[in-house]
């Protein structure tokens, strides 16, 4: 009941500040399918302060599927955030921010400072109990208006797999989160095609301040790629056995999972980060690449 | 009337008084609600719709004049009415943008209150550009389900049981899923999968279970407004589950030192943590030292371990390991 009445409770205000709206949509920001939508603004329109003469009601017209709202001035605006939502948009900001960044500190006085005192204490609580926080950095906040506001970007790049720093020209168009780490994707100028590029090994990002229509379709990558076969044993097989959706193990208990790849380097640096839980059995150059890599590394550069 | 009208029948009443209603006004205005019953059931009644009201995060206070006057409920508009957060544009868009790839994701709690605190921070200024932010978050069918009891049990501070498919029954076909009783501490988002902090029973200490394992919840039904536990003052979740793998608590804490090079020192913080020092070198305490010789290990050399020498035993052997393991496979 307490969800429906703050739902009622806003949607009177956003429908009278903006009259015309359609049904659809509204239906939609609400989370609503448009048939519950228009019974609940029957119901509104039965809504009213005493004593109730026809003067007193919500006036709602639903016309050519849009909705037009009177209503009293008691409804002019909506109840401001409660503790839920306040702590709901809270946990969702730390997906793109960084707690000790201070724009994000900024936005969170803010958030405090619009809800009612005694929600505050429940806010706070809830908020030791919720961390979304992906160990975000500000780049990500440099990275974002570009893509909103379609600018070509440049910037060094560099990812473990790579031996050197390449320049690139990007006209970037996502950003998106896998396994934790955050990728930047968009139309590569240099390469010619559609590239994904990890956040965190991006240095030197600047804007060029040449704006782009849409990004180019172009393949999705240029490179061969090949099936890599890896056998994973000890408490790591269970891991990946989950991970890759494999439906049985062998009969030592290992788990062999196949994934695509088209670089000796990525090969060897992902596979070297298991610490010897991981057995790369194809293709031959994949096997060569990390033996080669593991030989290299020894000893230690540190007991030299 | 419909019990839903007659709360914003309420609500529009409270909000339009210019000084506090007294129940016996309220009998008045609300005849066929209030006022047909006798005055002990009337009140009853109304003190239910009153508590719907404040459960709803309504400021309903019942004002009690110095002179016996003016006694009644009022709301009070100062703390009801939404006010201009006054975000800056960068600001309102990325919160913006974070909360439609919370919602798009699939798999985050609170999706309702989400929602409305969305359509609020954008009620003034209309909604900003955002940009198409994605989050891939690991989940199974029922996850959602999962996840929506676990918020409910958290924020009600019930204790829940759950059916835990833990990684010992991932290694044997034939174990099935533990029954647990826990009381949920706290939820936390890492490296795409959301975890959850509890006490356990059966374990008799606080433990922390992967939301995507577990196969059935239920909640506790008794009493769903008495809270089962109290959360202890001190609780932070992010102290039980950490960023880095080699946080976890696996043994006591070792100072490790590893030496960055050029290539790497700048992206020192976003891998490890901290940034490095004018030598090139950052120190970690590590209490799972495995995970961090492993992750030095899948920097191919750029970076290397400096001390303790345990940590550099370690890292040898694993290189010897799998260096034996792939010259064997190799052609």
Redesign the interface.
Known sequence: ??????????LL??LA?KPGQRVEEVAK???LSPVALLRELD??T??????FSPDDFVEIAVEEGRIYVEL??????????????????W???????SGADE??A??LR??GA?I????KASME??A????????V?GLL?LV??H???RRVVTFDY?S?SETE?QTRILSP????????CWYLSGFCHDKKARRLFRL??I?NFQSTEVAFETVPEGPATTRAEATLEVVFSG?M???M???FRVPA?QSD?TVVVKLTADSP?WV?????????LA???SP?WA??A??R???????????V | MDKTERLLDLTALFLDAREPVSFEKIRVLFPDEYGSQNFESALRKFERDKAELVEAGLPLEYHTGSDGENQGYVIRREDYYLEDLKLLPHELASLFSAGAAALESGLFPAREELKRALEKITFFSGRPGASKIQIEITHQPNSLEILDALWEALQGRKFVTISYRSPHALTEVSAQPLPRKVNPLGLALRRGQWNLVAYCFLRQAVRTFLVHRIEDINVNPQQPKVPDFEVPQDFDVRQWVPQFAWEFKMHESISVTLRLDSSLSHLASQLFGKPVDASGEVTLAATHLDALVDAVLGTLGAACLVSPDVALKKFDEKVKRIAAAHLEESP
């Open positions: 009941m307490s969800e429906r009445i703050q739902t009622l409770l806003l205000p956003m500040k920001q609400m989370g119901l509104l039965m809504v009213g302060l005493p004593p009293n001035q008691c409804f002019s605006a909506p109840p401001k955030l409660n503790s839920k939502e306040a702590t709901a948009l946990a969702a900001a730390q997906l793109v921010a724009a994000f900024a936005v803010k958030l619009s009612p005192n005694e929600n609580s809830l030791r109990q919720v961390d979304a926080s992906s160990g950095l906040n974002r208006p893509i909103v506001e560099r473990l720093v168009d996502s950003l998106s989160q896998r396994n934790g965190d090994f240095s408490p097989a269970a891991v056995q989950e991970r193990r208990g380097r060897a640096q992902w596979v070297l980060g298991f610490g010897g057995r790369v059995i031959p096997v060569r990390v033996a890599a593991a030989s290299r590394l020894r000893p230690t550069a540190s007991l």
